[in-house]
């Protein structure tokens, strides 16, 4: 071999490069279909999840009583089917088995109680928020398509009226009425009375706790707005929810003997 500097010519070549073996061909193969494998299935998981069409809650201060509401309106996008494919989760919890929904449009839902079941309320407490943390729909999955828990309604104890038939009044020299119940709210509470009587006109209301309202009557005004003697009942109260029947069967619940002034 020729030498130069020191150095022949065949040691200043390059090394022949090697063919790869028919096992590391192989073996280059497998990992290069691993890597298509893989890439196939991420695109078809990217596929599933941009199929998935979003659905949208609308946080409301809908207000229901506890026991006596018997559906909730939820309003929000993308509703679809006939509610049968719909499962909902609650926070406090409600029973799926003691509800149906049913879809009215695509922006608009019905809750349905079933028999006596009734909204839940916060353990000790007379009103608070039922959460919706949980949207599923049996077209599209198993994913919950909520974005974030929405407040669904603000539930409220059912207010109830105790009947007093033995308390007297005479017809403008009594100037106060208490009337005893449960789950009356301050500022909220508003009374309809047979013979009627209003607020702010005929009587000023303090609510002055949850289970006693007081009825101060307003200089020149009377008890029974038709001037005979004879039992003030109370037909209605709403405490925020709607306006509900007091004793329906007795056409309203006595609060008070009505006599003339003495």
Same mark, same amino acid.
């Given at each position: 071999?020729?030498?130069?500097?020191?150095?022949?010519? !065949?040691?200043?070549?390059?090394?022949?490069?090697?063919?790869?073996?028919?096992?590391?061909? !192989?073996?280059?193969?497998?990992?290069?279909?691993?890597?298509?494998?893989?890439?196939?299935? /991420?695109?078809? $998981?990217?596929?599933?999840?941009?199929?998935?069409?979003?659905?949208?809650?609308?946080?409301?201060?809908?207000?229901?009583?506890?026991?006596?509401?018997?559906?909730?309106?939820?309003?929000?996008?993308?509703?679809?089917?006939?509610?049968?494919?719909?499962?909902?989760?609650?926070?406090?919890?409600?029973?799926? *088995?003691?509800?149906?929904?049913?879809?009215? #449009?695509?922006?608009?839902? !019905?809750?349905?109680?079933?028999? #006596?079941?009734?909204?839940?309320?916060?353990? /000790?407490?007379?009103? !608070?928020?039922?959460?919706?943390? %949980?949207?599923?729909?049996?077209?599209? /999955?198993?994913?919950?398509?909520?974005? %974030?828990?929405?407040? *669904? $309604?603000?539930?409220?104890?059912?207010?109830?009226?105790?009947?007093?038939?033995?308390?007297?009044?005479?017809?403008? $020299?009594?100037?106060?009425?208490?009337?005893?119940?449960? *789950?009356?709210?301050?500022?909220?509470?508003?009374?309809?009375?047979?013979?009627?009587?209003?607020?702010?006109?005929?009587?000023?209301?303090?609510?002055?706790?949850?289970?006693?309202?007081?009825?101060?009557?307003?200089? /020149?005004?009377?008890?029974?707005?038709?001037?005979?003697?004879?039992?003030?009942?109370?037909?209605?109260?709403?405490?925020?929810?709607?306006?509900?029947?007091?004793?329906?069967?007795?056409?309203?619940?006595?609060?008070?003997?009505?006599?003339?002034?003495?």
């Amino acid at each position: 071999s020729v030498r130069t500097a020191g150095t022949t010519l !065949s040691e200043r070549r390059p090394p022949r490069r090697q063919r790869p073996s028919a096992q590391s061909q !192989s073996t280059d193969r497998r990992r290069s279909a691993t890597i298509r494998s893989a890439t196939m299935r /991420g695109l078809a $998981a990217l596929l599933v999840l941009t199929s998935v069409e979003a659905v949208k809650v609308t946080s409301r201060n809908a207000l229901v009583y506890s026991t006596v509401t018997p559906k909730l309106r939820l309003q929000g996008e993308g509703f679809a089917g006939d509610g049968t494919n719909i499962h909902l989760t609650f926070v406090p919890a409600l029973d799926p *088995a003691k509800y149906s929904v049913l879809v009215t #449009s695509e922006t608009s839902l !019905s809750v349905l109680l079933k028999g #006596s079941a009734t909204w839940p309320l916060g353990e /000790g407490l007379s009103e !608070s928020s039922l959460y919706l943390t %949980e949207y599923r729909d049996d077209t599209q /999955g198993d994913q919950n398509l909520l974005d %974030e828990p929405v407040v *669904a $309604a603000t539930v409220l104890s059912t207010p109830t009226v105790v009947k007093h038939e033995d308390r007297l009044l005479y017809m403008s $020299a009594s100037l106060k009425l208490l009337i005893n119940g449960t *789950a009356f709210r301050a500022k909220k509470t508003q009374l309809t009375f047979d013979p009627p009587l209003y607020q702010d006109v005929d009587y000023v209301l303090q609510i002055k706790s949850p289970k006693v309202a007081q009825l101060s009557l307003k200089t /020149g005004r009377k008890w029974r707005s038709d001037g005979n003697p004879g039992p003030l009942k109370l037909k209605r109260i709403d405490t925020g929810a709607g306006a509900l029947r007091i004793d329906a069967k007795f056409s309203g619940v006595t609060v008070a003997e009505v006599q003339a002034n003495l």
